[in-house]
């Protein structure tokens, strides 16, 4: 159990670690925009940069769903909501660490539950989470959002402005753009991008970069912070 503990703080700092001192290829730029265009398929586009996205091709090959990203599916274009590979090796160390947890309360664990690698999360949650970052059909770039807010309380939520979007999962998300202050002027620096659910207890999720365009689709990568297990 104390292997178990250490190895789960060991990984905690490893992401913390990178966290604060990589630099991706895809970092927010005045104005939200990232590298612009790129005349290749999302799913090359993964490959070229895979110190960022090399987990979520894993998952995505694991959920069979790799012919949404290379154009060879049903849909010939998609927005994803991309989730990188510290997103993903979070939710693996969050799960273990609530394994670790109920055996700590005396709970019978199987061992196998344990998640080491990717490939060890089951196909159909991997498929669940990325349909629910899926838009199909539909180029979404931060020029098309309109400003807004949404705001949770006591269960409830209420939205203002943005644009909703139907997922591949078959719910809606609500997207909003929000202008950040620069300096003292209000609402003159850069334009942010915002994602969530349409459901009660949603939270809110910032993208850290937008409009990375490819010929399959436009990807708005999530930033670091979001939870897939709260999508």
Known sequence: MDNKIINTL???????????YSCTD??????????????CTMWEYFENQAQDWDS???????????SYFDGSGQYKQITFFGITDITIARFIL?????????????LPVDENAYWHRVKDM???????????????EQRIMLKDIPQGNR?????????????????????EIFTWMVPEDYGDLEDAGAKVLWIARRR??????????????TTTGVVNSMDYGFTMGNF
Do not use: W
């Open 151 to 171: 705001l949770v309380f006591n269960g409830k939520y209420k939205e203002s402005g943005g644009k909703p979007f139907t997922t591949l999962y078959g719910d």
């Open 10 to 20: 060991k990984g905690v700092a490893f992401l913390l670690l990178v966290s604060l």
């Open 26 to 39: 895809y970092n927010y730029i005045d104005g939200g925009l990232a590298n612009g265009v790129h005349d």
């Open 200 to 213: 009660n207890t949603s939270s809110n999720y910032r993208i850290a970069s937008t409009d990375i365009q």
């Open 56 to 66: 979520t091709m894993v998952m995505i090959e694991h959920a069979g769903m790799k």
């Open 94 to 106: 969050q799960h273990n660490s609530e394994l670790d947890s109920k055996q700590d309360m005396g």
């Open 122 to 136: 089951p196909a159909d949650s991997c498929a669940a989470i990325l349909k629910k970052l899926i838009v199909p």
